[in-house]
């Protein structure tokens, strides 16, 4: 008997085996009546913890860490679908898991090795994680993380396994926030690792290490432009290796050395301020705190709640002011003297990020102080306006109309001329997706003739009281000199008024010819725009080659065709 069971199973295992004790053990001829009873509810207990594939049903605490049944959160269960895998709270039994597993661990989940998607859930059947991953088990594409409620919590993109440092996480009440998250496993993000004879920066053991051997300090920062007005900046700063009296923590809204923002600590005091314009404005200057760790690891924050920028220590409130500036867009850390400090974390937390596409005019709208017009040039989203539109700009929101759908994106200043009062922008916004080809071209040579017919599209007045629909206006060239003969502009009878800088200037081809930026008051009909060849002039300087649009299809189309569609690529410019 025992020889033919085992003839029968395939492939002998501890169950196997235990099977066929189990049947010899309960024949008559091998035991008696008693025995035979107890070994029948040793079995029933012990193979209640099989399940029906043959797979013995695992334990676990809420941290995923072996446990036995009675202090259990949930236990993890073999199906017949190959690698598949689920799991189940112990307490009424509600779904924990579902999907693939090509390695399982018996002592902690966190060794788990999973393959596909799979699916977490909270005990009221809501999905709590979906995550997806390849076939040698690395986290692939975009995992989502959800509320109890059912809501969308975070989104974070990984490719071969790793994580972006940037994802999205949203409140329950649908605010979005981006955060940026610097870990210094590897040098994703482009730290300037270098080592000189003054001084030396390095990642090790996920910490940036950075030194100064000179009085004159150091300093290492990454481009990470801050677009909201309320936000959080977090590091975690070891000063194992600072010297008593000398200085290290963040610098932000870092442009150059001559305009940036500073939060510094010592071994038991503080220093905040900003230079701008050279001028050094400190509000903290060596103040005494109690709550920094000498020679440990310290918690620094600094939060903007819009109004207010807070600065704390551990957790403790150390010095509040008014909002100020950020004058550049570069972010990282310092350290004064012959010192060294290790930076263990950066966060970077953009609180109610508009970097969504967002079609809330009411919202989009908020603490705009000027506006102007602006052409897009490139299908990756470069914009062309004038200097003068965007000089007193601490934030730039362009307004599209795409396909009928009003969207507004986030944009910065790439490239400017003051002289030629022109300026390039970009969209940097993680909503906004690359455009079709343009359908308008530059104009071959760039030159017009005088009483050559020529028209704009633009947002005069757009928040005050003339709505925020492009507008067309026409006329001609009446001179090849602008304004006390200045030869850079073009003189026309296209009636412009505040509102129209920034906006293109095409022939009645659909050839872009320049930009329009002024007019003169008491004077009907007279405004002037820059002519091509300075445009021209100003993309070549640009930090990247970009595709200038070259598409003549509008040239034959009626003049209502050619307004329709240029007017999808004329942006209004609302700046804060």
């Known amino acids: ?27 008559k001829k091998c035991v008696n009546k008693p025995l035979r009873y107890f070994i029948s509810l040793f079995a029933f207990f012990f193979l209640g913890s099989w399940n029906v594939s043959g797979q013995q049903k695992v334990f676990f605490d809420k941290t995923g860490k072996s446990i036995d049944e009675s202090n259990s959160y949930y236990c993890r269960t073999k199906i017949s679908d190959p690698n598949g895998y689920k799991s189940f709270y112990t307490n009424g039994g509600a ?19 999973y393959s596909e998607t799979c699916t977490w859930y909270y005990k009221n059947g809501n999905k709590k994680t979906i995550r997806t991953f390849d076939k040698s088990g690395s986290e692939i594409g975009t995992s989502y993380y959800y509320y109890e409620s059912g809501k969308i919590w975070k989104e974070i993109d990984f ?194 990020f508009k970097g969504t596409g967002y079609t809330s005019r009411s919202e989009a709208d908020m603490d705009v102080k000027a506006t102007g017009s602006g052409l897009i040039i490139s299908s990756s989203g470069f914009v062309l306006t004038n200097f003068h539109v965007i000089k007193n700009a601490n934030k730039i929101v362009l307004q599209m109309n795409q396909g009928g759908e009003i969207k507004n994106y986030n944009a910065v200043v790439i490239q400017k ?22 359908k308008y071209s530059f104009k071959d040579g760039g030159g017009v003739e005088v009483g050559s017919t020529v028209f704009t599209i633009g947002y005069p007045h757009a928040l005050t009281g003339m709505g925020m629909e492009a507008k067309f206006t026409d006329g001609k060239i009446s001179s090849k000199t602008g304004y006390n003969n200045a030869i850079n502009t073009y003189q026309t009878s296209v009636p412009v008024q505040p509102g129209n800088s920034g906006g293109p200037l095409f022939t009645d081809k659909a050839e872009l010819i320049g930009v329009v930026n002024s007019s003169i008051r008491n004077a009907d009909n007279v405004s002037y725009a820059i002519k091509l060849n300075y445009v021209k002039n100003l993309v070549d300087l640009l930090p990247e080659a970009i595709q200038l649009p070259n598409d003549h299809s509008l040239s034959g189309s009626s003049l209502e065709d050619k307004v329709k569609t240029l007017s999808f690529y004329v942006t209004l410019i609302k700046i804060k």
């Open 1 to 27: 008997m025992v020889r033919n069971i085992y003839h029968n199973i395939a492939s002998p295992s501890p169950l196997n085996n235990f099977l066929i004790l189990i049947s010899l053990v309960m024949t």
């Open 159 to 352: 490719v071969n396994g790793k994580a972006k440092p940037t994802y999205k996480e949203y409140d329950e009440d649908g605010r979005t926030s981006r955060i940026f998250e610097e870990s210094f496993n590897d040098n994703t993000n482009d730290w300037d690792l270098y080592n000189s004879d003054k001084t030396s920066a390095e990642l090790r053991f996920g910490n940036l290490q950075l030194t100064s051997y000179t009085s004159s300090g150091a300093s290492r920062y990454i481009s990470h432009p801050i677009d909201a007005s309320e936000f959080v900046i977090q590091a975690v700063v070891n000063m194992a290796k600072m010297k008593d009296g000398e200085k290290g923590g963040l610098i932000f809204g870092f442009k150059d050395w001559q305009n940036y923002n500073f939060f510094l600590i010592t071994n038991g005091s503080f220093y905040i301020g900003s230079v701008y314009e050279g001028i050094s404005a400190t509000r903290a200057d060596g103040m005494f705190s109690g709550d920094i760790v000498k020679n440990g690891q310290n918690d620094i924050k600094v939060i903007s709640n819009g109004e207010k920028t807070i600065y704390s220590i551990n957790g403790s409130i150390q010095y509040s002011m008014d909002r100020g500036r950020n004058p550049g867009t570069n972010i990282g850390f310092a350290v004064s003297g012959k010192s060294t400090i290790s930076v263990e974390k950066l966060i970077v937390k953009e609180i109610d």
């Open 417 to 438: 001329d003051i002289d030629n009062d022109l300026a390039i922008l970009q969209i940097k916004d993680d909503a906004f997706k690359p455009l079709d080809p343009l």
């Open 95 to 113: 779904i924990y898991f579902d999907g693939h597993i090509l390695t399982t661990s018996d002592a902690d989940e966190s060794l788990n090795i």
